[in-house]
Structures are given as C-alpha cells and as structure tokens.
C-alpha cells in the first residue's frame, strides 16, 4: 500500500504542475502535504475510502486548474466556480454511464437474443435483470465515486444502481416482445425507451442527492416488479390479441415515466424540471447524435437493434453515448443548480 | 461605511467560505486540519478536495479574510512543515455578518413555526 500511495502523491504531484506558476510557487508543496495526509488517513479506512477520496481529488483538479489560469489571466475575476465543478462531476458520471452501462446492456441484450431465441421464459427473465444489475452497479459505482459524500457512498451506490437498473431492465425485457410503433417514420418505441432513461436517471440523481431514505423502498419494489410486469403482460396478450403487446408496452413505459415525475415532485417540486429536461433531453440529444453520425457517415446503423455485435459497432456506441451522456448531465446538473439557487420551494 | 458596504456585497457566504471562516475562528489551523474541521463541522456533507481547499484558501488569502500565521510547530507524519492560516479581522466581520444573516433567516422561519420540532 505505501508503495501505491507514493505512487499517488508521485503522480499528484505532476498534476499539480499544471496549476499557474504563481499559485504552484505559492500552494504546491502545501498541497502535496495535505493531499499525501487525505490519501494515507483514507488508505487507513480501507482500499474503498481510499479509492473514492483519490477519485475526488483528481475529479476536481481540471475544472480548477482551469479556473485558477483564467484567475491569473484576471480574465474572471469573480467567476463562483463551483455550479461548474458540479456540472464537470454530472458530466462525467452520465458521459461514462450512459457509455458504459448502456453499452454493457447492450452487448448483453444482442449476445443474450441471438443465445436464446426469441421464444423465452422464466429464467431468461431472471437471466435479463442479471445483466441489467451487473450493468447498473457500473452506473451506481460512477454516481456514488463523483457525487457521493464518502460518508454516503453506499446510499449513492444503491439509487444510482436502481436509477439505471429500471429503464435498462424494462427496455431489455420489452426488445423480447414482438412491438413496434411509428410515428410517421420513428419507432416510437426507442424513443420512449430513451425517454425513461433520461427520466429515471435525472429522478434518481435528485432522490440521491436528497438524501431521503423513505424514497428506497418504492424505488426496490419498482425494480423488482417491472421485469416481471414486462415479461407477464405482452406475453399473456400476445397469444390472444397480436397488436396489444406494443400498447402494453408504451403503456408501461408511460407509467414509469410519470411515475419517476411523481417520485421527482414528492421528492421536492424543484426537482420536476430536472426530471422533465431528462426525460425530453435524452430522446432528442439521442436523435440528434444520430443524425450528425448519419451526416457524416450514412452507413452508421441507426438503431441498435440493427447493429450486429462486433468490435466496430461497440466502439461506435461508446463513442456515440459518450457525448449524449455529458450534455445530458450538464443539462441537468445546471437546472438542479439553477432551482437550487432560485430557492424554488421544496 | 466602505467596509460594511464589503460586508453585505459579499453575503451570502458560499457553505464552504463560511465552514472554513468557522474553522479558523476558534484558531489558527493548517490546511489540512482545516478540511478535516469543515468535514466534521458539516456532519461530513462537505468533503473538500486538496485542490478546492487551497483555490478557496487563495480567494480568502487575495480578500485578507485569512492570513497567513506561520509554520505549525507539529509537523506532519514524513516531517513535512504545515503552514498554518488564521483568520483577520475582515474575516471575522464576514463571519459575524453571514451569522447574523442566517439567524435572521431562522428567526423567520420560526416565526411562521417552519422547522419547529413537534
């Protein structure tokens, strides 16, 4: 471990070159000290403690090496960085997840279609929320390394896990259903699917950071019911009546999403326009992403249902998420800052 | 009258501004007694990072709210010197000032019986 931890404050150390020549001459060594004292007391609480306070640290160098240039250069002088701090954090933790964890459900979806068929059970259920989980603890792992108070990391890690565990679940199990509706020449669909991610995350993000425990219980029962809902009633319809699997379908991801809009409102009325700008934000930053892909490229795939599974199609999605997932947080990271600094009423 | 002019142009404090104005009320502290003051003080809700701690030290440095105070005569666990901040007397009319503002705050609320434990 002390090998590790100089290994650490070595490459803090080279970092912290970075910073302007009059802070560095006037701070450097002082932070070296300090930063060297954080690392090893978290060291001393465990190889978590230890991992989350250097991924703070280093989460917050860039933005203020930034600021502290810009300071120097007298260019903003009174510039409150901190909503852009925030905003950096929010960016990086949906660019990573929805790159991530969408792209991890994914694969798991494609390898899990052409497995099995597209007849499938009980188990395959069970098998679904599986990867759904494993995909989802990534997304937690991100929220509550960048957003978690290393006091609450676990409090983090398990809202940020479900935030993206019931719209990857639900999307996962309705892509079994044979359905299908347009809208002109969208799928309406996707869209929806997209629409109850943003809508799940942004509601997610705002539970998380209320810290309100009552909010868990609803949120689990919610995980544990949908997959088998979205297994239970397009199937059961699908035998009797061919078209009522697609409405079941849009029916519940209209449920979901009103009802993480509900959750978001209870939570605390300022919370509703963070909900509202994921649940639009995500669909059209999603359309738009892939309209300036097909613009540069036109045989790009355009849905991922269309996608085969290779090398080039994985690293094609990451790299299409990526960007989708760093507006879609610095949407919402400056509304929440924004009704947080309006003193909209909780 | 110039410097309460200073006073109310610069209220509210951020949070952070007004833990580290606290933390050093009581005495001269290094940085990073400092982060773990603001951490115990905020019931661990604010966690400072090195580099938010000193960009927040070097504002309230440029502002004269804080000061420098020499060395601490401990010094850390590898021996390294800690240079120790206090508080100045601006710094300390700020904090008063944010104190002030905040108890009016509650003052209020409690007048309309929000926040008053049944």
């Not at chain 1, 990867?131 to 398990?158: D, K």
């Not at chain 1, 991801?253 to 009325?269: E, M, P, S």
Request: include cysteine; hydrophobic fraction near 50%; aromatic fraction near 10%.
């Amino acid at each position: 471990m002390n090998r590790v931890l100089s290994r650490i404050e070595q490459i803090y150390g080279i970092l912290t070159e970075l910073f302007p020549p009059k802070f560095k001459a006037e701070f450097k060594e002082e932070m070296k000290v300090v930063f060297s004292e954080i690392v090893t007391a978290a060291a001393k609480k465990g190889k978590l403690a230890f991992a989350i306070a250097c991924a703070q640290e280093i989460c917050d160098l860039p933005i203020l090496i930034v600021r502290t240039h810009l300071e120097e250069k007298a260019m903003i002088k009174t510039a409150h960085f901190q909503p852009a701090q925030f905003a950096f954090r929010a960016a990086t933790s949906f660019g990573l997840g929805l790159s991530c964890v969408k792209e991890f459900a994914v694969v798991f979806t494609l390898l899990f279609i052409s497995a099995l068929g597209n007849r499938w059970g009980w188990y395959h259920v069970l098998i679904a929320s599986g990867g759904c989980m494993a995909a989802a603890l990534i997304g937690g792992l991100l929220f509550a390394f960048l957003f978690g108070e290393r006091n609450q990391f676990g409090w983090y890690l398990v809202v940020g896990a479900l935030g993206w565990f019931i719209p990857f679940s639900t999307a996962l199990v309705q892509s079994m259903t044979n359905s299908t509706i347009f809208w002109g020449t969208i799928n309406i669909l996707p869209f929806l699917a997209f629409a109850l991610d943003g809508a799940f995350i942004s509601m997610a993000f705002c539970v998380a950071k209320s810290k309100k425990r009552s909010f868990l219980l609803p949120l689990s029962i919610t995980a544990v019911l949908v997959p088998i809902l979205c297994y239970i009633v397009p199937q059961s319809l699908e035998d009797h009546f061919p078209a009522y699997p697609t409405i079941a379908n849009v029916m519940m991801d209209v449920l979901l999403i009103a009802g993480a809009i509900i959750l978001a409102v209870i939570n605390g009325r300022k919370h509703l326009w963070v909900v509202i700008a994921g649940t639009l934000g995500l669909p059209i930053i999603y359309y738009i992403c892939i309209y300036l892909a097909g613009s540069l490229y036109p045989l790009l795939p355009t849905t991922i249902a269309n996608s085969p599974l290779n090398v080039v199609n994985i690293i094609y999605w990451i790299i299409l998420w990526l960007p989708q997932g760093i507006l879609l947080g610095l949407i919402i990271s400056l509304i929440f800052r924004w009704q947080q600094s309006a003193g909209v009423e909780a | 009258m110039k410097r309460d002019d200073t006073l109310l142009t610069n209220l509210p404090l951020t949070e952070t501004t007004f833990f580290i104005l606290l933390s050093l009320a009581s005495s001269a502290k290094h940085g990073y007694a400092i982060a773990k003051d603001v951490e115990s003080m905020s019931k661990g809700r604010i966690v400072m990072s090195t580099s938010t701690l000193y960009t927040a030290l070097k504002r309230l440095l440029e502002d004269a709210w804080i000061k420098r105070a020499g060395e601490d005569p401990e010094p850390d666990e590898s021996g390294r010197p800690r240079k120790t901040y206090a508080l100045t007397d601006l710094g300390l009319r700020m904090l008063n000032a944010e104190t002030i503002r905040l108890q009016a705050l509650v003052t209020t609320a409690k007048s309309r019986s929000v926040g008053v434990q049944s």
